[in-house]
């Protein structure tokens, strides 16, 4: 039920676009192709952030109530063990629906498969990474859970709209703070045009922001406040 549910939600929320392009077919150089591949590999990106890392969207409350403390007992890295311990099944619907998106927009070929699946990849991984970084500051702020999910589906609507439509401080605010522009539209531009360039850029962002994700996680284990949990996660 949850994965027919978000396959009619993402293609409700695209009749928007679908209704616009037709008395628009250009939007600053967007086609409704172009969007279609937008949705596609973020809606992918995300179902396959929220199945393999679902414990992502738990970290917060894992930090809040003490949780923590059953993993730390655990023989494998905390960080990992805490973001495979759940899987949202509605991400299939995501991956679904993607795969639709990306499939009927008439910009992909066979060829270039390969690449849009490294961008779907790529962009899935600096969605965890983001969600990382917004609820480990639990870890210095307490009680974020609601706040860092607030940042996170911000970064997921900011990453649904097309590249043209933002400049100037907020354009460097989605390449930097919020950064939808390493989860919708730079994948989406390397799948458009093949610019190793871009490739290149693409690569050394979900590095960098795995990289950091990482520290700040560990910065906030070492301060963090046990729970005294005896309990077992099965």
């Known amino acids: 039920m949850q994965v027919v549910f978000m396959v009619l939600n993402n293609f409700t929320f695209f009749v ?17 192709g172009d969007i279609q591949v937008l949705f596609g590999i973020v809606a992918a990106a995300f179902g396959l952030a929220v199945t393999v890392a679902g414990g992502v969207r738990h970290l917060g409350r894992f930090i809040e109530d003490g949780d923590l403390d059953t993993l730390l007992t655990q023989p494998r890295a905390v960080l990992v063990y805490a ?10 619907g995501d991956l679904i629906s993607g795969t ?5 927009s008439g910009q992909v070929s066979w060829q270039t498969m390969p690449l849009v699946l490294a961008a779907i990849v790529a962009s899935a991984l600096v969605f965890v990474a983001c ?11 307490g009680k974020m859970d609601t706040v860092a999910r607030q940042l996170w ?6 990453s649904l ?12 605010a ?4 919020l950064p939808a522009g390493f989860v919708g539209y730079l994948p989406v531009r390397v799948v458009r045009t093949l610019s190793v360039p871009d490739i290149a850029m693409l690569g050394i962002a979900v590095c960098a922001y795995l990289a950091l994700a990482v ?6 284990l070492r301060r963090y406040a046990s729970g005294s949990r005896f309990s077992t996660f099965g």
């Open 100 to 104: 639709i998106f990306i499939a009927s």
């Open 131 to 141: 969600g990382i970084i917004f609820y480990s500051l639990a870890f210095w702020l």
């Open 161 to 172: 709209y097309p590249e043209p439509l933002f400049g100037g401080i907020l354009r460097l």
């Open 174 to 177: 989605l390449f930097t703070v």
């Open 83 to 92: 973001l495979g311990i759940r899987s949202q099944p509605s991400g299939f």
């Open 16 to 32: 928007f676009w679908w209704a616009l392009m037709r008395h628009v077919p250009t939007l600053r150089g967007w086609r409704i």
């Open 153 to 158: 589906e911000l970064l997921i609507t900011f």
């Open 215 to 220: 520290l700040v996680f560990d910065r906030g």
